[in-house]
Every structure is written in structure tokens, then in C-alpha cells.
């Protein structure tokens, strides 16, 4: 038998409902597999008695039948979600002892499902990194390790991707602005599914760049991946952005037969100086698509390049914006002042106190470009190249195109530590097969596809045209049985 | 386009952000790298291209304009550094 915290979200839904193990038996085997990985620091504030009582209420209404899938299924939880009277600091100090009164929708509705909370998981702060470098936690480890070297889990979902990899809850909550659920789900060899701009509600997720944002899944499996969006997804009238359409029977979708289907192939994504390695699992990737029966065509995407810096306009901007209501008046941290220090100081110096170095320079990047004399030669035009990303994408699925295959990443996990002096801009590059589908609000999901030449995961990324999610995570599912990865990492924490 | 000291130094107080003088020089570095990145986009023609204002195409929805939520000023304050007699406190704004 597979350890109970090793389970998937499908095995264990069977299990409890079979009666073959109760919601406190997985409960307690995922919190003392959590207490005993400190040296991961993925969770950060641990709830060990809400959990237990979470589980205890699950077990009751699995008994009384009729549960719904998640009922009962423990999970880890991303700081950057407000969870009631829990500490919800999106990994900053300015939200330092920050217990909101109020619960997330996507926390509401998995709880609602019956889904049961480990603790909180760290990330980068504000979700800004793509190596969980940022928090004010300290850094996240990946459970992979293949030499001596501490690697990073990616970011900035990084304590998701790596709780999940190392069996400490079955599946966990992220959010992905540019690739923060993709990007460590590829760094740690797990799934992760970011949905159609929409598909989540936003409501009650610590906002970083809000035209980006959107909450996803992070699990051992595409079925998991499926069952847990199902939980997740849906409209919610405190989100205006939040589409009112039927959510779908996801994991019903799941037949794995792709036949007939079109996988387009971006040109435009062979980038110069990519390792020799992720050019060949892309290449095994589009020929098990084919094998599968789909049929594989080239495709290009011309505006591609200017993505990242286009995100780089628009995300901090929206940041700048988002960021001002910390102002040490209304929660978390509030800086001593000095006689005669009035509001502008109390607000430069709880905001230099509370924020650290990558999100000072993203609120101030933002500030400057949303500035007067700067508004249109950088904000404007940057939305203007953001309509000419999504219409790339419009035109290849008006093309008759179900999918695009991509690299999810442009390397594996690096050791932490290596972009220290680095300018902002390497790290940036992380991001640059993921950012594209944030700017055109399209699906994304990143599945474990192989090992690279020294043993660390990789991870292919398929595209799907929005709203469908179901189909995508079908052709997921396909990819996923014929890559057939089910490496873990060896346990050393 | 190139960010010296003083630009580092106003964007800084906009932000409302306290930065040391010492701090400026590679404040000032750093935007430069990526602006030096973003700089970019001026290659891209955007002749009669609209700014992207919603990445969905829908009609945002409307409700009534009634309240639905309130009456709750200790949670509001709950979490608050500093607050008296249901209030906010903050330092004097006002001479």
C-alpha cells in the first residue's frame, strides 16, 4: 500500500469512499509527513488542529454518502490565498500578523467540497519570482536533489510544487500571473494548470497584477488536476471577471483518445542557446501526440518575442496600483516613526520596511511607467502588443489549431542562489514560454514529461483555446500516459 | 532612454517608498536593465492596434445599486496597527 500522503487525489476519493481509509487517517499521515520536511520550508503556517477537525467533519458526510470528489482530501494552501483567522501574508512582511476576517471563494468553495486545509504554503512574496528566492519566509528547497546543490522549486508557487513532489498533501492551490503554477510544477515534476483567465474567481486571492491573475490547480496527476479545478472553478458575483458559464464535468472528459486532433507547433518557441535536452523532449513530446493520433502541424506566433517585455509593462503597472493600499494604516505592518514624522513618512517607511528589493523595484518600474510623459510610449504600447499576442493565438485556432506544445521551461531547476548577481532581467527569462498565455488569458498546464541528463524533472506545456479546459486537460491526460513518468524524488529531507 | 538620480529619486517618493541616497545608484541601474528590456516594444508596429482593455470578451455585469454587505466596523478594524474608538488612527494630516 502507497503511503497515505503519497496518494493521489483520485486514489484517495475511491478510498474514503470505499471506506478503506478515513479523511483523519490521510489528514494526520500529510501533516506528519509536512512536519517532518522543515528543511523544504514549504508550509509556513502550519493549522494542524483546523485540519483535524476539517477531516473529522469530511469523514462524517463521506459516512452519510453523497460527498463530493474533494471531500475529505487534504491540501496545502498558497500564502497569496485569505484564509479566515489564518495568517495570509502573500510571503511579505508588510502583511505581517495579517489574519483576514473573511475566506477566499476558491478556499470557500474547496472547504464548501469538503476539502480539508494543512496550512499555509510559502511562495514568492507577492508572488513576484520564478525561484521562491523573494519570501520573507526564506527560500523554498526542491525536493529533487541530485547533487549537492539546493535547488529551487521555481516560482513563485514554489511551496506548492514542492509539497506536492514530496508527498506533504496530496495536491495544493497556486496562482499564476506569468507561469507561478507551470514553471515550479515543471522545476519539481507535477502538474500544474493554470485556467482560462475567468474560470477562478479572483476574490479574496492577494491581487498582483489583476488582468493576469488567475488560481489553479497543482496535483500529482492531470486527473487530479481535473477533479480539483472542478471544485475551484465556477462565477462568483464578487468577481466581476469572473465568467458566468458552466463549469464542465472535467475529470469526465478525460478519455485520453486524441484522435483527429490538431497540436500546433510554435516556430517562434526554439529560442537561441535552449539546452540541447529540452529541444529533444519537445521533439518526444509532438511524437507522442502523434503516435496518439493527433496530427502535428508547424505553427508560428510572431509576436512572441515581445511577450516578456510587454508582461514586464503591464504587470508591474498593475502592481504599482494593486500594492498602494499597503499603507500601514489599514493591516499588517506599520513602522515607528520619528517625532514630527507625519503620514508621507509613515507611508515611505512602512512600505520600505514591509516590502523587500523585487517588489519595491516591480511597484517602482510600474510607478514610473504609468507615470505622466511615459503613459503611452510604455503602458499603452504595451497593451497595444498585448492585442497582437492574443490575436497570434486567435488566428492559429481559427486555423483549426485544438492545442499548441511548447517547452514549459527554458531549463531545469537551478541551484538557489545562482541568479544572485544576475540583473532581474535573467530571471525574467524563466518565464518565457509560460508569459504568453497570461497576456492572451488562454489555458496552460505543465506536465512532468522526463528526466533531464542529471535527473531533474522536465515538463512539456500544452495551450489550450479558452474555455476549454476540459479538452486541454485531455490532451494532457494523453501526453501524460505516454510519457509515462512516475519518478519521485528520493526522500533526503 | 536612460534613468539618472533624480528620476530614481522622484519615482522612488511616487511609489511612496523611503530609498537611501547611497541606494539610488543601483536603484537607478537596476531600471535601467529593465527598461533597456522593455525598450523592445518600440519595434513593434502598433499603427491602429487598440489597447487591450479585458483579455475575455464579455460585458461586465451589472447589479443593483443597493448595499449588500457592512455593519461590521470591528472586523474592518480587526487587523488594523492602530485603531481607536472605531476609527483608523493615523498621524495629524491636517495643520
Known sequence: ?493 | MSIDLDTARRVAHLARIAVPEEDLPALADEFNAILGFIEQLQEVDVEGVEPMTGVTPMRLKRREDVVTDGGMPDKVLANAPDAREGFFAVPKVVE
Not at chain 1, 81 to 89: I, L
Not at chain 1, 210 to 220: E, F, N, R
Request: include cysteine.
Open chain 1, 1 to 493: 500500500m502507497t503511503d497515505l500522503n503519497a496518494l493521489t487525489i483520485a486514489d484517495a476519493r475511491d478510498a474514503l469512499r470505499k471506506g478503506d481509509v478515513t479523511s483523519v487517517e490521510l489528514t494526520e499521515a500529510c501533516l506528519k509527513a509536512a512536519d517532518g520536511a522543515k528543511a523544504l520550508n514549504a508550509f509556513v503556517h502550519p493549522t494542524h488542529d483546523l485540519a483535524l477537525e476539517q477531516a473529522k467533519a469530511a469523514d462524517a458526510r463521506i459516512k452519510d454518502g453523497e460527498a463530493p470528489a474533494m471531500c475529505g482530501v487534504p491540501l496545502g494552501i498558497k500564502d497569496l490565498f485569505c484564509t479566515r483567522h489564518v495568517p495570509s501574508q502573500a510571503a511579505s512582511g508588510i502583511l505581517e500578523g495579517f489574519k483576514p476576517e473573511y475566506e477566499s471563494t476558491v478556499t470557500r468553495q474547496l472547504f464548501e467540497s469538503g476539502a480539508v486545509m494543512l496550512g499555509k504554503l510559502n511562495m514568492d512574496e507577492f508572488a513576484m519570482g520564478s525561484s521562491n528566492e523573494t519570501s520573507v519566509y526564506g527560500d523554498v528547497v526542491n525536493p529533487w536533489k541530485v547533487d549537492d546543490a539546493q535547488r529551487t522549486p521555481g516560482g513563485s508557487s514554489g511551496g506548492s510544487a514542492a509539497a506536492v513532489a514530496a508527498d506533504l498533501c496530496l495536491a495544493a492551490t497556486g496562482t499564476d500571473t506569468g507561469g507561478s503554477i507551470r514553471q515550479p510544477a515543471a522545476f519539481t515534476g507535477t502538474v500544474g494548470l493554470k485556467p482560462t483567465y475567468g474560470r477562478c474567481s479572483r476574490w479574496g486571492i492577494v491581487a498582483f497584477a489583476s488582468s493576469l491573475d488567475q488560481a489553479g490547480p497543482m496535483t500529482k496527476t492531470v486527473r487530479d488536476a481535473a477533479i480539483m479545478l472542478q471544485a475551484m472553478a465556477g462565477h462568483d458575483p464578487k468577481d466581476s471577471t469572473s465568467a458566468d458559464i458552466p463549469v464542465p464535468d472535467f475529470e469526465s472528459m478525460l478519455t485520453g483518445d486524441i484522435r483527429g486532433k490538431t497540436i500546433g507547433i510554435p516556430k517562434e518557441y526554439h529560442m537561441e542557446g535552449m539546452p540541447a535536452e529540452i529541444e529533444a523532449l519537445w521533439t518526444d513530446g509532438r511524437k507522442m501526440l502523434q503516435d496518439a493520433g493527433a496530427k502535428i502541424v508547424d505553427i508560428s506566433l510572431p509576436h512572441t518575442k515581445y511577450a516578456l517585455p510587454a508582461y514586464y509593462v503591464i504587470a508591474p503597472a498593475e502592481a504599482s496600483s494593486n500594492l498602494a493600499r499597503y499603507d500601514g494604516v489599514r493591516f499588517g505592518h506599520r513602522a515607528k516613526l520619528a517625532q514630527g514624522d507625519g503620514i508621507t513618512e509613515m507611508y515611505e517607511k512602512t512600505r520600505a520596511e514591509g516590502f523587500g528589493d523585487e517588489v519595491k523595484r516591480r511597484v517602482m518600474v510600474g510607478t514610473y511607467v504609468l507615470s505622466a510623459g511615459f503613459y503611452d510610449a510604455y503602458y499603452n504600447r504595451a497593451r497595444k502588443v498585448r492585442t497582437l499576442i492574443k490575436k497570434d493565438f486567435e488566428d492559429v485556432f481559427a486555423q483549426g489549431v485544438d492545442a499548441i506544445l511548447t517547452p514549459a521551461t527554458p531549463s531545469a531547476a537551478f541551484p538557489l542562489g545562482a541568479m544572485t548577481d544576475a540583473d532581474p532581467v535573467q530571471m525574467y527569462l524563466n518565464d518565457v514560454f509560460t508569459v504568453t498565455v497570461n497576456l492572451a488569458g488562454l489555458p496552460g498546464i505543465a506536465v512532468p514529461a522526463g528526466l533531464d541528463g542529471q535527473g531533474l524533472p522536465l515538463g512539456l506545456q500544452l495551450i489550450g483555446r479558452p474555455w476549454e479546459e476540459g479538452d486541454l486537460l485531455n490532451t494532457a491526460y494523453a501526453l501524460e500516459q505516454s510519457a509515462g513518468f512516475v519518478s519521485k524524488p528520493d526522500k533526503w529531507w
